[in-house]
């Protein structure tokens, strides 16, 4: 716990002071030599990064990382200007963010959208079998109160609940405006919580919020019994990992590295990669992708 207290304190403590990593004149591009590898300020993006950084500087490959960034809102900014070469991503997220329209939500069919939809000179490689996606969730006694199985179940009882979760899903067409489109679903009010952190946990097990986003492979909905609301109509697309990069340091070696270990991750990996995040002894994202990469021969 005083781990966990220590990282929301530093969280907050960068918020009261502005402090943003993208700005301030901390932008300017990567070495040409180097790939700067990213990562969001969550768990399993931090491990997926130095998965990636570690594979490719086994390699002979120069990385440097800037890890924690924010939310895509924030790091996609630096993927743009070039400040950050490499960062793994989410799919149907992504398309979501380059193209707000965008339809599609099967896996082959939102990577092959993602692929034209992109900013010239940025590009993803192969997409991995792991998804992760954002879920309406719910404890276990707010499920039975209700009878809930799927969003679907939830509508009638939107306007009664509070929903919580990472601040910019009031705003994603895949957040609650999806949920308002597709459900008609508008909920009481919403809670600025966390990315899927401490914080969402906490408001669901104490009631101060009877919904709210986690991600499908978050340790805490099976350690706490959480139920995962069925999607029928498709909000939340399909959420395949994979490497979103600056073409220009896109080496064939590069494409190789990271394409093995797309082909390697699927979705059991990505919950057994969180679960020994989320472990007592809570090992470094460091230690944990460098014990994963042994075990997968990369």
């Known amino acids: 716990m005083k781990r966990i207290a220590t990282a929301v304190a530093a969280v907050m403590l960068l918020s009261a002071c502005g402090g943003d990593p993208l700005q301030g004149g901390n932008n300017n591009p990567a070495p040409t030599d180097t790939i700067v590898v990213g990562s969001a300020n969550f768990p399993e993006s931090t491990v997926l990064a ?20 924010g939310n895509r ?38 990577y092959a959208a993602l692929k034209k939809a ?19 969730v719910v404890t276990k006694q707010i499920a039975a109160q209700y009878s809930l199985k799927s969003i679907d179940d939830l509508v009638p009882y939107c306007k009664d609940l509070v929903f919580g979760g990472p601040a910019e899903f009031q705003n994603r067409p895949d957040g609650l405006p ?16 966390d990315v899927g952190g401490p914080l969402t946990v906490a ?21 706490n019994e959480f139920v995962v609301l069925e ?28 394409n093995a270990i797309s082909k390697k991750l699927d979705t059991k990996t990505l919950l057994d990669l969180n679960q020994k995040l989320s472990s007592p002894d809570k090992p470094e994202p460091e230690k944990v992708a460098k014990e994963w990469l042994a075990s997968a021969g990369i």
């Open 231 to 258: 999607d029928p109509k498709n909000v939340f697309a399909a959420q395949n990992v994979l490497p979103l990069v600056n073409e220009k340091k896109a080496s064939q070696q590069v494409r190789d590295t990271l």
């Open 73 to 110: 809102e924030l790091y996609f900014k630096g993927v743009q200007d070039g400040s950050i070469d490499l960062i793994p991503e989410y799919s149907g997220v992504l398309l979501k963010h380059v193209n707000k329209e965008a339809q599609e939500v099967s896996s082959d069919e939102v």
């Open 118 to 136: 992109l900013p010239q000179g940025l590009t993803v490689l192969d997409k991995s079998s792991a998804e992760d996606k954002d879920a309406v």
């Open 178 to 193: 999806g949920l308002k489109a597709k459900y008609s679903c508008e909920f009481k009010q919403f809670k600025s919580l």
């Open 50 to 69: 130095e998965i990636y950084a570690q594979a490719l500087a086994a390699k002979g490959v120069k990385v440097s990382k800037r890890l924690n960034i």
């Open 203 to 223: 408001g669901l097990k104490d009631n101060t919020v009877q919904a709210a986003d986690l991600f499908t492979t978050d340790a805490a909905i099976k350690a």
